[in-house]
């Protein structure tokens, strides 16, 4: 039996291929304008998750500490949610998972203005737009989905219509 790969299948696909991709491709070369050795996906994950380990010291003010566990918890939604949400979800749970995934991609842009010392970006890494991108495909691949699934509910009703 063969398995068709549908456009929003191939967009939630690729959202996850960037995901992984970004976990082991650095994120972060150089802070503040000082070169650094990169921090790679996994370590940029871990710095962020030390905003909110007991204990753990966290170099940032509670915005940073906030911003930087808005990353994290949207990255683990990504991780934990999206495949049952892509293959399980109802249409509306479809829908409103598209609409947080657009709202973790901009909420994520604050790690492209943060490190932009004088508004030029030159600390982040390729890992960085990977990561960040796969929140923006992942919304698309959602929307679509659930837009599929309208159309199809809606050619249904409209040929149940017909009269024979």
């Not at 709202?103 to 960040?132: E, K, M, Q, T």
Request: aromatic content about 14%; cysteine-free; glycine content about 10%.
């Amino acid at each position: 039996m063969a398995i068709k790969m549908t456009r929003s299948r191939f967009l939630i696909s690729s959202a996850w291929l960037l995901q992984v991709a970004a976990w082991f491709l650095p994120v972060v070369t150089s802070i503040g304008g000082g070169r650094i050795d990169p921090l790679y996906g996994l370590g940029a994950f871990l710095a962020a998750s030390s905003a909110v380990w007991p204990g753990a010291t966290f170099l940032g003010t509670w915005y940073d500490a906030a911003l930087a566990t808005l990353s994290v918890v949207t990255t683990i939604v990504f991780i934990v949610g999206s495949p049952w949400v892509a293959l399980r979800g109802t249409r509306s749970l479809q829908r409103a998972s598209a609409g947080a995934a657009a709202v973790a991609f901009l909420v994520n842009a604050h790690w492209y203005v943060l490190l932009s010392p004088n508004g030029w970006v030159s600390g982040l890494g390729i890992g960085y737009f990977l990561w960040w991108s796969s929140f923006l495909v992942l919304a698309t691949g959602l929307f679509d989905l659930a837009g599929q699934q309208d159309a199809a509910e809606s050619t249904y009703n409209q040929t149940a219509l017909l009269p024979r």
